[in-house]
């Protein structure tokens, strides 16, 4: 009777580790998806309330544009990058292959932030 009962705690021990990572793959989904439509909103200039200090009034039209494609290219970078781990991280047994694509998308996050870094000080000089 012991044995049933200490395989049957296996079992479930099993199933619950089986369920939190599905649970994870589906959160990780998520959130990508959700930064990629919040990405798409940024192209189509419905969410540029989202960027702390921004005044509609105190930007041009052009500032505005150059404004809506960087944010919108940051986003969607983020939320491909978020999907493309979550992806990477299931499907991927080996730990050593999992860290160098995590550095190797690591980096290109940095890239992404100075260009939009860039940017955003770009916007100030255009008038």
Do not use: H, P
């Amino acid at each position: 009777m012991s044995a049933e009962l200490g395989e049957c705690r296996e079992s479930i021990s099993i199933l619950g580790g089986k369920i939190m990572s599905l649970f994870d793959s589906l959160l990780g989904y998520s959130i990508g998806i959700l930064f990629i439509g919040i990405s798409i909103l940024f192209f189509k200039k419905r969410a540029l309330f989202l960027i702390a200090g921004f005044d509609k009034e105190n930007f041009s039209d052009k500032q505005i544009n150059i404004l809506a494609k960087s944010m919108g290219r940051f986003v969607l970078n983020t939320g491909v990058l978020i999907t493309v781990f979550t992806l990477v991280n299931n499907s991927v047994n080996n730990q050593k292959v999992i860290m160098l694509i995590f550095y190797i998308m690591a980096i290109e996050f940095l890239i992404t932030l100075a260009l939009i870094t860039y940017k955003c000080f770009f916007i100030k000089r255009i008038n």
